[in-house]
């Protein structure tokens, strides 16, 4: 049976391992990825991992989930944001493929994402899903008709930079939001205050981070209701960072949806939080890997 060099490029960690054609997990591991670096170091640190996988075994292929705009046919980063310098233009199926001469395929981390939900997760037998990353900012991907929609410029569903009250989703909805919000509203820099603490202190009733939470969960659902409006998907599932507060979140989430959408739109839209959690990376690069070489 065939197996595959799975690799998940995020602005903290790469992930990576090997998977059986039949999609189990053999092994997985992490390296901090260095990201301040730049892309010179990531490939490198790439072709490492591949290289040393190849000392002891054969494999089909190298599967690779990445931060940033990815062109799928080049393999290539054609943007990035700045948390990592000059990874613009590196083209890691170039690289893998002219250096190991394997088959290499090359998507972004949120396509990727809902790749895993829709074969393996919440959005499996749906045709149609939405799929939001929410951490230090807000990733989007769309899935149409069994396929990742990547727009004309592989930029398809950036929904964070989408312009909202004066700003945009990912500075007023991100999870990362909530501790700076907490922050103004008590009225000190509170070194001890983090994710953490404000849904620990709002469980408890501490009105600030009650308050912080609602309104992050009143843009959430306001931005999600500006793309159901325009795609109609039949599921939009959330992952990221907050899916350790799911159980908290979801009802508050979900009234924000209802009150945005239209009742006969929003009564058909299913909401559920992501199942693959670490592993969604690297097993969406599979799955896209396999859907170009079935």
């Not at 499996?124 to 900012?137: A, E, F, N, R, V």
């Not at 159901?228 to 599932?237: A, S, T």
Request: overall charge negative; charged content about 15%.
């Amino acid at each position: 049976m065939k197996s595959y060099i799975c690799i998940d490029i995020g602005g903290t960690n790469i992930k990576y391992g090997i998977i059986r054609e039949d999609a189990v997990i053999l092994e997985n591991h992490e390296i901090p990825t260095e990201a301040h670096l730049g892309g010179p170091k990531i490939l490198h640190k790439v072709t490492s991992i591949v290289s040393a996988y190849l000392d002891n075994a054969s494999y089909a292929g190298v599967c690779i989930s990445t931060a940033g705009i990815v062109d799928c046919q080049k393999g290539e980063i054609v943007h990035a944001g700045h948390t990592i310098p000059n990874f613009k233009g590196t083209g890691f199926k170039a690289t893998i493929e002219n250096t190991f001469h394997l088959p290499c395929e090359v998507e972004n981390d949120v396509n990727c994402a809902a790749l895993a939900e829709h074969y393996a997760g919440a959005s499996k037998g749906t045709s149609s899903s939405l799929c939001l990353t929410i951490g230090t900012g807000i990733g989007g991907a769309l899935i149409l008709n069994n396929q990742i929609h990547h727009g004309f410029s592989f930029s398809g569903c950036e929904v964070g930079y989408m312009h909202m009250l004066g700003s945009s989703f990912e500075k007023l909805g991100a999870s990362s939001i909530l501790v700076k919000k907490v922050q103004q509203l008590k009225g000190n820099e509170e070194e001890s205050i983090d994710g953490k603490y404000v849904f620990e202190h709002a469980k408890e009733g501490d009105r600030h981070c009650i308050q912080a939470i609602d309104e992050m969960a009143d843009i959430l659902g306001m931005g999600i209701a500006n793309i159901c409006y325009i795609v109609n998907p039949e599921i939009v599932v959330l992952g990221g960072g907050i899916m350790a507060q799911k159980e908290y979140l979801y009802p508050k989430i979900r009234a924000s949806i209802d009150k945005y959408l239209i009742p006969y739109i929003s009564e058909k839209t299913t909401l559920a939080f992501a199942q693959n959690q670490n592993q969604a990376g690297m097993l969406g690069a599979f799955y896209h890997f396999q859907a170009i070489h079935q």
